[in-house]
């Protein structure tokens, strides 16, 4: 395994992270549970050992019981409602950090898909759609056709 090291925060700031990762583990889930709980089409997590995962401030947690049973503590800011990670609603093993609230996630490309049968039908098309660097009245990345 590579060791890197992350920084992560909240929008507002109120918890941030540190943690030791491997980058190869980046996952993207398009189940249904991380499409509503992201409000996004998938959501990109990094599985990270929880004793490897320093967390300042106090995140809230939402348990989840999945139709199998499990339960997976849902950590989110208190003040900004930032999605931090999931893990086990009990016994805390491992931590799935939200790839989203991650400093060095552009260094972090996603190695697995996981749920692929609910996955947005568009996705293959993002490539093709025209793109701005930034707002709608920034220059064109990439043309419209």
Not at 4 to 21: D, E, K, N, R, Y
Request: aromatic share 6%; hydrophobic share 40%.
């Amino acid at each position: 395994m590579t060791s890197m090291p992350i920084t992560g925060q909240c929008h507002c700031g109120a918890i941030s992270f540190t943690a030791l990762v491997d980058p190869s583990k980046v996952v993207i889930c398009h189940c249904a549970d991380c499409q509503q709980f992201s409000g996004a089409p998938f959501r990109a997590v990094l599985p990270t050992p929880a004793e490897q995962v320093q967390v300042s401030g106090q995140p809230k947690h939402y348990v989840k019981v999945a139709a199998s049973g499990n339960r997976r503590a849902q950590a989110f800011c208190p003040e900004c409602g930032t999605q931090l990670y999931a893990t086990e609603a009990d016994e805390p093993k491992v931590m799935n950090l939200r790839l989203g609230c991650v400093k060095e996630r552009a260094h972090l490309a996603p190695t697995l898909q996981i749920w692929g049968q609910s996955a947005m039908p568009w996705l293959a098309q993002l490539q093709e759609q025209p793109m701005r660097g930034q707002g709608m009245a920034s220059p064109w990345m990439a043309e419209p056709t």
